[in-house]
């Protein structure tokens, strides 16, 4: 006879950071909404993804609100919300999902569980129940990665010229901040969309720098030929 342990549990995920965009195997169902009680921040040091032991790109963690109040933030607002997405991981791949995901994102993460509230215009069309307890992973102030409060534009600088097995870390940052102005209404992030405005203008500011520097070798070179020429 089957008993009640025996079946198996569906999982349901909470995503904050690539995960919004890189969605785990097997998920049956994406569901935009938000968490509440935390802060999201790129204060998390990145050895496996967007950088490299040697040098750790950043990526996000959650902070609790609670203990993130007691720290001196450049970016001192922060909203009420943190949006992302929920997966639906059916019972029977709930073990191999979990072993992917701990492969994928442990380094330095913990897991929690946390209330999981569907957005609005999702939930008219959906029969879901709410919230949704979620599967989270937070990278906790006492884990070696956890780097604290970070001056905005150093941070910005830092992820510019970071990279790891998965990419650019600037991607990393870029592809979050697209992502979470599509989940809905309320749903952006002031200190990602902040950090990926000062990325795009260091890049901007190089790649000036690089164009005016090929124009002057340019100029240099039909100066010498001219040179030669005469
Ligand atoms: C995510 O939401 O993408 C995520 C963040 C930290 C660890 C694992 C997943």
């Known amino acids: 006879m089957t008993k009640a342990s025996d079946v198996e549990q569906e999982l349901w995920l909470f995503g904050y950071g690539s995960l919004i965009w890189k969605p785990p195997p097997h998920f049956d169902l994406r569901v935009p909404g938000y968490v509440e009680g935390y802060v999201r921040r ?4 990145s050895e496996d993804h967007r950088g490299t032991p040697e040098a750790p790109g950043r990526v996000v963690t959650l902070i609790d609100r609670a203990h993130w109040e007691t720290l001196v933030d450049e970016h001192s607002d922060a909203s009420a919300t943190t ?4 997966y639906r991981i059916p019972g029977p791949h709930v073990a191999e999902v979990r072993e992917y995901l701990d492969i994928r994102e442990i380094n330095g993460y913990s897991i929690q569980y946390t209330p999981f509230h569907v957005s609005r215009s999702f939930a008219a069309s959906h ?18 990665q956890f780097v604290g409060p970070q001056d905005a534009q150093l941070l910005a600088e830092h992820i510019v010229r970071s ?3 998965s990419g650019e870390n600037k991607d990393y940052l870029y592809g979050l901040d697209r992502s979470l102005l599509e989940l809905g209404e309320g749903s952006e992030d002031e200190h990602v969309h902040d950090l990926a405005r000062r990325c795009r203008e260091i890049e901007g500011r190089s790649s000036d720098s690089s164009v005016i520097g090929s124009e002057l070798r340019r100029v240099g070179s039909t100066d010498e030929q001219e040179e030669t020429e005469k």
Do not use: T
Request: charged letters at 5%; one cysteine or more; glycine letters at 10%.
């Open 42 to 45: 790129f204060w998390q040091a």
């Open 83 to 86: 949006w992302g997405a929920a």
């Open 163 to 165: 990279r790891g097995p």
């Open 127 to 144: 029969n879901l129940p709410a919230p949704i307890n979620c599967l989270v992973y937070v990278g906790l102030p006492d884990n070696p």
